[in-house]
Each structure stands twice: as structure tokens, then as C-alpha cells.
């Protein structure tokens, strides 16, 4: 679809090509936050999980930066999951938006 849709566009679009290739996707997954015996619910949603081990976080934005790159650890970090994709989508050619992390 090319730059200059919001996150919320992407999101829909990837979740629909992602459920059509038979994978299975949830979509603002809610991130609680446990600490001891409290859980806090402040709202933490991740963008995508996919097959329950996939974090996706998709950006609009001219560059990514440190903070985006926190938010997806931290959620990898809360969720014990290995593997996330933080995706760009303001970018002419998707592969340049493309950043993997590792838990």
C-alpha cells in the first residue's frame, strides 16, 4: 500500500495477510504488567501476536528510534517470547523498516 497510511491501516491489512496465509494472529493482545503479587493494567497492547510467539509492533514514522525499540523488548520481556518484529511502515521500500529483536 505504500507510505502515509496510519498504524491502525497496517495493522488491519497485515492481520488479514497473515490469517490468510493460516497463521494464527491476535490482534491488541492486552500486555499486563505483574509486579509480585499485583497485576497492573495500564493498557500495554501488543500490535500483533502471532502463533503466541511473534511479536509485531508497526510504526508510521520517519525514523525509528530508542524508545521504539524499548517497547518491543518490553513486551518481549513481559510476555516471555523470544522473537519480535518492530515494522516501519513509513518507508519506500518495506525491507528498510524492518528491524528484528531478540528476548
Known amino acids: 500500500m505504500g507510505p502515509g497510511l496510519l498504524e491502525s491501516a497496517y495493522q488491519e491489512c497485515l492481520y488479514y495477510e497473515l ?3 493460516g497463521l ?3 490482534k ?3 500486555m499486563p504488567i505483574v509486579y509480585k503479587e499485583v497485576k497492573l493494567d495500564h493498557g ?3 500490535d500483533l501476536l502471532v502463533e503466541e510467539r511473534i511479536v509485531i509492533e508497526i510504526k508510521t514514522v520517519g525514523i525509528l528510534n530508542e524508545v521504539h ?5 518490553t513486551y518481549l520481556k513481559l510476555g516471555n517470547y523470544k522473537l519480535g518484529l518492530l ?3 513509513h518507508v519506500s521500500v ?5 528491524k528484528r529483536l531478540i528476548n
Open 19 to 21: 490469517n490468510q496465509a
Open 24 to 26: 494464527i494472529v491476535q
Open 28 to 30: 491488541e493482545k492486552p
Open 44 to 46: 500495554y497492547r501488543i
Open 69 to 73: 525499540t524499548a517497547q518491543v523488548l
Open 87 to 89: 515494522l516501519n511502515f
Open 94 to 98: 518495506l525491507k528498510n523498516g524492518i
